[in-house]
């Protein structure tokens, strides 16, 4: 995929959740778009291109946010890394795979925030984030993915084959 594209993808949906998705949202509870997209495209693509996608993603969260410069990129990338390895799994084609595993990454995207956010000397609230943010947050990118990993697998067939990776 053309490079300037997945910027403009990528930077879009950053802007899109930061911004106008916390005002459409009951009690401001929002998709995580990128953390969906850039899972979503490693699972689809491989660890490559998903790295490349974390990377752009998570940058553009870190400009759009309160946020350390470089937490967000070196944590979606380090999940992406992981879950890419799922990438050569013959369920990943099943969209019950892609449901549990961006759960699992949402989850574990938002507590390596609330883990960096404390080691930073910031407070962190862990039973109110969990039970106020994390799980429903894991529940609404799961729902978020039900259309967009659809979607997003036709743009992967659309693209062109599969590179042989081993």
């Known amino acids: 995929m053309n490079p300037y594209a997945v910027i403009l993808l990528l930077t879009g949906a950053a802007l899109l959740q930061s911004s106008l998705l916390p005002h459409l949202s009951p ?4 998709p995580d778009l990128v953390v969906i997209l850039v899972i979503s495209w490693g699972l689809l693509r491989g660890v490559k291109e998903g790295l490349l996608w974390a990377f752009i993603g998570g940058l553009a969260l870190d400009l759009l ?6 937490l967000s990129t070196l944590i979606l990338t380090l999940l992406t890394f992981l879950t890419s390895l799922g990438q050569k ?5 099943n ?3 892609p449901l549990a595993l961006i759960f699992l990454a949402t989850s574990g995207y938002n507590l390596a925030l609330l883990l960096a956010w404390q080691l930073l000397g910031r407070p962190a609230l862990w039973g109110e984030t969990f039970q106020e943010v994390l799980l429903p947050t894991g529940f609404l990118n799961t729902l978020a993915m039900l259309p967009l990993y659809p979607l997003l697998s036709w743009l992967h067939r659309r693209i062109g084959p599969e590179r042989m990776e081993w």
């Open 65 to 70: 946010s309160t946020t350390p410069l470089g």
């Open 95 to 97: 969209i019950l795979f």
């Open 27 to 30: 009690g401001g509870l929002k």
């Open 89 to 93: 799994s013959i369920y990943r084609t």
